[in-house]
T-cell receptor, first 111, second 117 residues
Framework: DAKTTQPPSMDCAEGRAANLPCNHS???????VYWYRQIHSQGPQYIIH???NNETNEMASLIITEDRKSSTLILPHATLRDTAVYYC????????????FGTGTQLKVEL | GAVVSQHPSRVICKSGTSVKIECRSL??????MFWYRQFPKKSLMLMAT?????????EQGVEKDKFLINHASLTLSTLTVTSAHPEDSSFYIC?????????????FGPGTRLTVT
């Protein structure tokens, strides 16, 4: 699986959009970009995933660059409850592929 | 959404004893489950992949005789930490893959905090 690079930490004001970047320059054509988050002392929570096109759901939007070498997770109106470690992971969809976690980005949402 | 449960959520045991952690997929079938371990302020590290009805596949450096995994049904996998030592104290998280979806979506349990005294 391709590796990803994320900033170790980011701060965001409550109510503002949080834009979390991820570089995955070695991604291959059949690999998806997944985003999970982990709130302190809980299991990871699925947020969103995509292949080429931008995706949006009730939690977030995922913007993938045309060359697929990077992506941005957008939380449109961050709240204090969005404070968590956000993990960007690339993974194929074959049954043998595993989710391998990097170090992620610690997002801190403040008043 | 899909729900994965773990039991117990927290356990304290004495050094040398064994501890069993259960992982259940509540509303979907999971032929594949994963066990992760997470030390404080560190990322999740995959320990093993558990396939229903067959032996688990362990990641490099993980002792299969110490971390026994059983995946006897499509909704239940267990991890037994045998002869636990204080260095085994960690946050253990299981994950189940929903093979009913096209993308092999993977859902995580809430984790089990193990403390070995």
């Amino acid at each position: 699986d391709a590796k990803t690079t994320q900033p170790p930490s980011m701060d965001c004001a409550e109510g503002r959009a949080a834009n979390l970047p991820c570089n995955h320059s070695t991604i291959s054509g059949n690999e998806y970009v997944y985003w999970y988050r982990q709130i302190h002392s809980q299991g990871p929570q699925y947020i969103i995933h995509g292949l080429k096109n931008n995706e949006t759901n009730e939690m977030a939007s995922l913007i993938i660059t045309e060359d697929r070498k990077s992506s941005t997770l957008i939380l449109p109106h961050a709240t204090l409850r969005d404070t968590a470690v956000y993990y960007c992971i690339v993974r194929g969809t074959g049954g043998g592929n595993k989710l391998t976690f990097g170090t992620g980005t610690q997002l801190k949402v403040e008043l | 959404g899909a729900v994965v449960s773990q039991h117990p959520s927290r356990v304290i045991c004495k050094s040398g004893t064994s501890v069993k952690i259960e992982c259940r997929s509540l509303d979907f079938q999971a032929t594949t489950m994963f066990w992760y371990r997470q030390f404080p302020k560190k990322s999740l590290m995959l320990m093993a992949t558990s396939n229903e009805g067959s032996k688990a596949t362990y990641e490099q450096g993980v002792e299969k005789d110490k971390f026994l995994i059983n995946h006897a049904s499509l909704t239940l996998s267990t991890l037994t930490v045998t002869s636990a030592h204080p260095e085994d104290s960690s946050f253990y998280i299981c994950s189940a893959r929903d093979t009913g979806t096209s993308g092999y979506e993977q859902y995580f349990g809430p984790g089990t905090r193990l403390t070995v005294t």
